[in-house]
């Protein structure tokens, strides 16, 4: 069992910076890959990064690759999202999740635990 709660989102301008957290509880942390998702008012809950356990391997959308970094502290039970550069179009809810597996993907499906979210806008 892993309990996830996000922090870190706000109001930002466009261009600006942000990093969300995800405190994670549980033994099986460290085991779990990890993952980023967000869901914009009428939209879909979509995949936006993902870490395997180890940290070692990571996975981006495509309209995030140079922007957004993902990583992973297994020694403090913890996932990050350093967001740079943002874009009015990545306003959204994020959510944190894992996987009761080391490696990760891209559909929602495939992640067995969910943090509760945290909203992040970016003004134009």
């Known amino acids: 069992q892993v309990q996830l709660v996000e922090s870190g989102g706000g109001l930002v301008q466009a261009g600006g910076s942000l990093r969300l957290s995800c405190a994670a509880s549980?033994?099986?942390?460290?085991?779990?890959?990890m993952g980023w998702f967000r869901q914009a008012p009428g939209k879909e809950r979509e995949f936006v990064a993902a870490?395997?356990?180890?940290?070692?391997?990571?996975d981006y959308l495509d309209s995030v690759k140079g922007r957004f970094t993902i990583s992973r502290d297994n020694a403090k039970n913890a996932l990050n999202l350093q967001m740079n550069s943002l874009k009015p179009e990545d306003t959204a809810v994020y959510y944190c999740?894992?996987?009761?597996?080391?490696?990760?993907?891209?559909?929602?499906?495939?992640?067995?635990?969910w943090g509760q979210g945290t909203q992040v806008t970016v003004s134009s």
């Open positions: 549980g033994r099986t942390f460290s085991n779990s890959a």
């Open positions: 870490i395997n356990w180890s940290g070692g391997s990571t």
């Open positions: 999740a894992a996987r009761s597996g080391r490696y990760f993907g891209r559909s929602r499906d495939s992640y067995d635990y």
